[in-house]
């Protein structure tokens, strides 16, 4: 029972362009999301995250968005930089300080 | 970067033996963690401690135990190693709030 789901596993963006990463989730009591970024060999690094009373959270290039009545989750990262490229995986949250996280998805920024 | 250290880094062991993953942190946080990252699933709690002695089960607990002493040590035993065992281990710490910092990880073969 995957509560959070990431369908694509990978993405492959231009350099400059926007990458758009998408998350679902079924359960509606989760009150928190969040994104982290993960490059390899190391453990991932908090993002950005929203409160399930907001529509919008943005960071310099990032801005997460969240619907609630589609229970649908995404990070836009504009303009895209070789930097991004990571395994990018969302969580979300319901109380008592525990995560449920997504499977990942793989980004990739084309020079 | 949160103060987080896993030990060892890398391990190779048999099937059937005893393993101890330790995680040490120096931010003083209240709460730790211990997930396994496999391809697929993400990232899935194992087991989480909310103060010394103060532990309980995650998504995957089966076959893992935990320990915490002291506020700065969390940590993961494999009781009878087994291959299905072998992945990524990391630790998480977060103190009152929803995001989580995690540690390099540890990789563990099981043969």
């Known amino acids: 029972d995957q509560q959070v789901k990431q369908n694509s596993p990978s993405l492959s963006v231009q350099e400059g362009r926007i990458s758009i990463l998408n998350c679902d989730y079924t359960?509606?009591?989760?009150?928190?999301f969040l994104w982290y970024k993960k490059y390899p060999a190391e453990g991932p690094t908090f993002l950005i995250s929203?409160?399930?009373?907001?529509d919008k959270n943005e960071d310099g290039r990032f801005t997460v968005f969240l619907n609630k009545s589609a229970k649908h989750l995404s990070l836009h990262i504009v303009p895209s930089q070789p930097g991004d490229s990571a395994v990018y995986f969302c969580?979300?949250?319901?109380?008592?300080?525990?995560?449920?996280f997504g499977q990942g998805t793989r980004l990739t920024i084309n020079p | 970067d949160a103060g987080i250290t896993q030990s060892p880094r890398h391990k190779v062991t048999e099937t059937g033996t005893p393993v101890t993953l330790r995680c040490h942190q120096t931010?003083?946080?209240?709460?730790m963690y211990w997930y396994r990252q496999d391809p697929g699933h993400g990232l899935r709690l194992i087991h989480y401690?909310?103060?010394?002695?103060?532990?309980d089960k995650g998504e995957v607990s089966d076959g893992y135990s935990v320990s915490r002493s002291k506020t700065e040590d969390f940590l993961l035993t494999l009781e009878s190693a087994t291959s299905s065992q072998t992945s990524v281990y990391f630790c998480?710490?977060?103190?009152?709030?929803?995001?989580?910092?995690f540690g390099p990880g540890t990789r563990l073969t099981v043969t």
């Open positions: 969580a979300a949250s319901y109380g008592a300080q525990k995560l449920v």
């Open positions: 359960n509606s009591m989760f009150d928190y």
């Open positions: 401690s909310y103060g010394v002695k103060d532990t």
């Open positions: 931010e003083n946080h209240r709460y």
């Open positions: 998480a710490i977060s103190e009152d709030s929803y995001e989580q910092y």
């Open positions: 929203i409160s399930s009373i907001k």
